[in-house]
Structures are given as structure tokens and as C-alpha cells.
């Protein structure tokens, strides 16, 4: 339906167009005039903060003997370990002002956020407990009360009246008199609402440095593949009663983490373990073989982090393009020893020397050099 005063018209191609007073109105002017909606873009950001928020989780557990993370099941988040279980509702607030308690006590459809946590914490048992948090990028403020000095805090840990009120507002919605708030827990963090995977791909590449030594090939790819690999198992919408095929679909074990943290790392590797095999085949006595493995490990640790090697290697490989190829490995290290030996810092013994240039030598081999 036209507006008063406007007609329409008909271009050529046979699409419509709107004239007001005679006025032609072309794409801009008439989608100007159609109302936004933010709602689908911020929903999808917030699902993209969970997903962010649980894979910078996997890797703070990184360390632990074994884990689960389950994705957007029975919370946004869960943590499934031999003895326990941790969830985790995500809840990013867009203005600068605390979270008020009032609205995590707030329930039209369905449980309060508080009371959907305090209902999974009840669940426990004493040999299998249950902790739950609420996990914001604002401080948590009950009452008058802005508690903005702690990052993590139990609720059985605060004053005499925001307990009381907590366990008012619970005790009226499940309509309990006992109200236990032990292993209930509220967690401050910083989001970046509008762009958390610049934060996550960051966390990655550290993480990944601290877990495997090196820095991981293909970053950016490592992240996608991750991310995709979460995404899949949150977006899986089927329920299951067989708890081993809820942990196929909609978690992700620390063992399979591992492989895709592995699956980056596979490159260096191969060069790594294929000049271990090298030096275990040289005939030469025990003992050189013990230095040849030490300065091994000691080139595989320092060149993750030195930038002089990093840049070395680049030199080498650069080198190696350059002369002809039509020798053999023992000849090719001789070439370069003989050039390039007296150029390395005094820190590396011609031990370590020698082995850094089997590496590169290795690495050129196979392809590595780009």
C-alpha cells in the first residue's frame, strides 16, 4: 500500500519503484525508511561470546589430568571432570553499569538465571560435586551494594544482607525454606563484545606456545578449526540418555583438543623426529650421541622463542636456494658449517651448531622453507 501522494512505478526490467509527489525514490531512500532489527546480530554475537569464553576455558584446563567441555546443553557451558562437574551461564551486559541482582532474580517464562544455577548446584552428591558460576563482563551489584573489588566470589562469601537477600529471592521462586549457597559462584571477566575472536586467536597462539613449545603453523587456521569444531557441537540439537554419545556430539575432551593442537605442530615435528632417527643411525660413540640429542633439545627449545635463530634459518634457507642441490645430506652440512659456523652467537656450542643445521637442512628437504 501506497502513502498518500505516492504511486508507483515500473522500471524498464520490470521491478517496482516508489515516487513520492512525483519524486523518484530509489533503493537508499526507501530502505532508509524501513525499521532495524539488532535482536538476530546481537543474539548471534552473544553465542559467539560463549563459544569464545569456553574455548579460552579448554585452555586454562589445559594442564589438568582430563576434562570435558560441553557445549549449550544442560548450561552454556559445562566442565566435566572424573569427579565433577562445573557449569557456566554466560551473561555479557552492554552498558557500563553493574549487574543488578534484580535482574538475575527476574522470572516471567521459565526459572530466574539464579535460581536455574542453584537448581543444577542442588543436583550434586557428596562424592560428585557440583559447582556452577555466572560469568559476566560487569560487576555484580545486590542491593546498594556494587561488589567491584572481587573478579571471583562465592555467594556464601558475601556480607549478612546480600546473602539474605539472595536466599529471600531464591527461597520465594523454588519455595524452599533451606537455601545452601556454597558452590554457587559469580566470575568477573572482560568481553570484547564486538570482536572476541581477536582475543581468542591470541589466547591460542599462547596457550599453544606454552603447551607444545613452539608456536603452532597456521594460527588463523588452528582457530577456524576449533571454532568450527565448537560450533558444531553447540549447535547439535538432539538429546541423548547415553552419557558417552552426549559426550561424542556435544563435547570436546582434552584428547581431542590435543590432536588439533597436534595436527598444527605435525611439520615441525616430522623435521624434529626425523633428526632424532638421523642421529640415532650416525656410527659414532654413545657419548657424542648423548651431546647430538642434548643440543637437540636445547635448538628445539630456543628457537621457538629466539629471533636470531628464527632469522638464521631464513638466511640458510635462502642460501641453500641459491648453490646447487646435487649433493648429498652429510655434504650439504659440510658446505654450510664451513660458512656459516662462525656466525652463530657464543652462547651455541659447533655441537648445537651442527645439529641447528641439520634442522634447516631437514626442514628445506621437505619443503618448509616457504
Same mark, same amino acid.
Given at each position: 500500500?501506497?502513502? !498518500? ?9 520490470? =521491478? ?21 532489527? *539488532?535482536?538476530?546480530?546481537? +543474539? ?21 589430568? /582430563? ?54 548446584? /542442588?543436583? +550434586? ?22 561488589? +567491584? ?8 562469601? @558475601?556480607?549478612?544482607?546480600?546473602? $539474605?537477600?539472595?536466599?529471600?529471592? *531464591? ?21 570484547? @563484545? =564486538? ?26 587456521? @588452528? #582457530?577456524?578449526? &576449533? ?10 540439537? @538432539?538429546?541423548?540418555?547415553? #552419557? +558417552? ?11 581431542? =583438543? ?40 636445547? &635448538? ?8 636470531? *635463530?628464527?632469522?638464521? !634459518?631464513? $638466511? ?25 659456523? $662462525? ?14 643445521? *641439520? ?8 619443503? =618448509?622453507?616457504?
Amino acid at each position: 500500500m501506497c502513502h !498518500q501522494g505516492s504511486r508507483v512505478g515500473v522500471f524498464p526490467c520490470g =521491478l517496482f519503484y516508489l515516487q513520492e509527489g512525483g519524486k523518484h525514490l530509489g533503493v537508499v531512500d526507501v530502505y532508509s525508511k524501513i525499521p532495524f532489527d *539488532l535482536s538476530g546480530s546481537m +543474539s548471534k554475537n552473544r553465542f559467539r561470546q560463549e563459544l569464545c569464553w569456553g574455548i579460552s576455558k579448554m585452555f586454562d584446563l589445559f594442564d589438568k589430568e /582430563d576434562f570435558c567441555v560441553v557445549f549449550d546443553y544442560k548450561c552454556d557451558i559445562e566442565i566435566h571432570f572424573n569427579d565433577s562437574v562445573e557449569f557456566y551461564q554466560i551473561k555479557t551486559h552492554k552498558i557500563q553499569s553493574p549487574y543488578k541482582f534484580s535482574d538475575l532474580k527476574r522470572h516471567k517464562e521459565g526459572p530466574s538465571i539464579i535460581a536455574k544455577l542453584f537448581v543444577l548446584k /542442588d543436583a +550434586s552428591a557428596p562424592e560428585t560435586p557440583i559447582r556452577c558460576a555466572l560469568v559476566s563482563n560487569a560487576f555484580l551489584q545486590i542491593g546498594k551494594v556494587a561488589i +567491584s573489588d572481587k573478579e571471583f566470589f562465592s555467594f556464601d562469601e @558475601l556480607d549478612e544482607i546480600s546473602q $539474605t537477600t539472595v536466599r529471600a529471592a *531464591l527461597s520465594e521462586e523454588l519455595s524452599r525454606e533451606n537455601v545452601d549457597l556454597t558452590n554457587l559462584y559469580y566470575i568477573y571477566t572482560p568481553m570484547n @563484545l =564486538l570482536a572476541p575472536q581477536n582475543d581468542i586467536i591470541g589466547k591460542i597462539t599462547g596457550s599453544f606456545e606454552r603447551i607444545k613449545g613452539c608456536e603452532p603453523v597456521k594460527p588463523n587456521a @588452528l #582457530y577456524r578449526l &576449533i571454532l568450527d569444531t565448537v560450533t558444531e557441537k553447540a549447535c547439535y540439537e @538432539l538429546s541423548s540418555q547415553d #552419557y +558417552s554419545e552426549l559426550i561424542k556430539c556435544k563435547g570436546i575432551t582434552k584428547a581431542e =583438543l590435543n590432536n588439533m593442537l597436534n595436527h598444527h605442530m605435525d611439520k615441525t615435528d616430522n623435521s624434529v623426529s626425523l633428526i632424532q632417527d638421523y642421529i640415532e643411525q650416525k656410527q659414532v660413540t654413545i657419548g657424542e650421541k648423548r651431546k647430538l640429542k642434548q643440543s637437540l633439545a636445547k &635448538i628445539v627449545e630456543a628457537e621457538c622463542k629466539s629471533l636470531e *635463530l628464527q632469522t638464521k !634459518q631464513q $638466511t640458510l634457507f635462502e642460501y641453500i636456494d641459491t648453490i646447487s642441490t646435487d649433493v648429498s645430506f652429510e655434504e650439504m652440512t659440510e658446505i654450510i658449517l664451513s660458512r656459516y659456523s $662462525t656466525t652463530f652467537p657464543i652462547e651455541y656450542s659447533q655441537t648445537d651448531i651442527y645439529v641447528f643445521i *641439520l634442522l634447516v637442512i631437514k626442514r628445506w628437504e621437505c619443503g =618448509l622453507n616457504g
